[in-house]
Every structure is written in C-alpha cells, then in structure tokens.
C-alpha cells in the first residue's frame, strides 16, 4: 500500500518484508502458570485512537467475564484513564531495549494479543508486525480489518460486537487459542523468515550496486 502511494514519485520502489529471527525467538517459552486468560495490547502515545476502538469491547468483556485479565503495554494516557482503575487490568510501562523485547514479550504470557487500528492511510501503510510477533511466540491475534491484517490468519473485525464474539469465542475455547497460534507460527516460519527475507535484501542490494556501477561507467 505504502509503495502505490509513492509511485507517483519513484517507480522504482523495493518492497522488504519484516522478517522473524527463530533462533531468537524460538528459545523463548513463557512458563507462567496462571488461573486466568491474559489478553494483551501493545502500543505507546501515537495509538490512542486505535486503543480507543476496543475500550468499550474490554469493558465489556470484563462484565461478561471473569477469568480474564487484561494487560496494556504503553497504553496511552488519555485511554488508560477511560477504562479507570480495575483489578483485571494491568498497565505497564511500554520502553524496553530492543535487544531485550522479544523476552520481554514472551514475559507478558499473552494467551490472546490484541491489534486495533483505524482505518486511515496512515494505518493502511503499515506493516503486520504486531502479527508477526505474536505469530513467533504462537499467540492468536484479533484485529481491526484494517490493511496489515487482511492477509494473515489473524481474526480480523470492524464493529465492537464482531470484536467481542471473536474474543469470546479465544476465552471459552483453549484449542481454538491453540489451533490459531499455531497456523499463525507455520505461516510466519514460512514467509517471514529471517533466513529467506535476508536472500531477498541482498539480492536486491546486489542489482542496485550493479545498476550504480553501470551508471558509473556511462
């Protein structure tokens, strides 16, 4: 999407997928024994609009459910103090080295993640790394149908009733949870893999320094 957005300016645009280091992420396993389900959103200050869509779902599913927790991880101000205080929500700080993250995530022990964005350019141009992660750490995702998520295996959802089915559905169902993170983790392995995506950068480095060589030599 990004890239048809700037064509008019440049027709020669590479695209590069995000990609998943396994040998970092598959060390990860997250052992935390719990009695609930923990269900978790990551952003920072720029996503207050999107965590805003899922306000009223959390609320929700909170009078519906009590075996649920749900974690926010840099959740913004003005939408942390719309949910108000409440013992089955947790927020937490959203900065971490990036060195240390994928950990730090596996840490969190999501059973669901959460992925709301509105639909705007801005969003539509974006990448499905909130998938991608997830994915890695065998997590199922529910998500806005907004452009990142349209293709991947993520359940995806425009109003606040799809949102608290779909979600309904993951918390009264552990082998759905399972069956989701684990086609998610395949589809990731298998075109998001560091290993591939890396061949495809180089080689796309390798015909611009050609193409900048011949230029040299007119």
Not at 82 to 104: M, N, R, S, T
């Amino acid at each position: 999407y990004l890239k048809n957005l700037y064509s008019e300016y440049n027709w020669n645009i590479k695209v590069i997928p995000n990609s998943v280091d396994f040998t970092q992420w598959d060390s990860l396993k997250n052992n935390t024994k719990k009695s609930y389900i923990n269900i978790g959103w990551e952003g920072g200050s720029g996503h207050d609009r999107d965590l805003k869509i899922i306000v009223p779902v959390i609320k929700e599913l909170l009078q519906k459910y009590k075996n649920v927790r749900f974690t926010l991880v840099g959740a913004p101000e003005a939408a942390a103090k719309d949910l108000g205080a409440h013992p089955q929500i947790k927020c937490k700080p959203g900065w971490v080295a990036p060195e240390d993250y994928p950990k730090f995530k596996a840490k969190l022990g999501f059973d669901i993640e959460l992925a709301p964005l509105v639909d705007s350019n801005f969003n539509r141009a974006k990448s499905n790394l909130r998938w991608l992660e997830a994915s890695a750490l065998k997590i199922p995702v529910v998500a806005s149908n907004v452009g990142p998520y349209k293709k991947t295996n993520a359940l995806t959802c425009s109003t606040t009733e799809a949102w608290v089915t779909a979600l309904g559905m993951l918390i009264k169902s552990s082998s759905r949870r399972q069956e989701l993170g684990n086609t998610g983790y395949n589809l990731v392995k298998k075109d998001y893999n560091l290993v591939d995506i890396a061949k495809q950068y180089a080689q796309i480095l390798t015909e611009v320094h050609e193409g900048w060589q011949r230029g040299l030599k007119k």
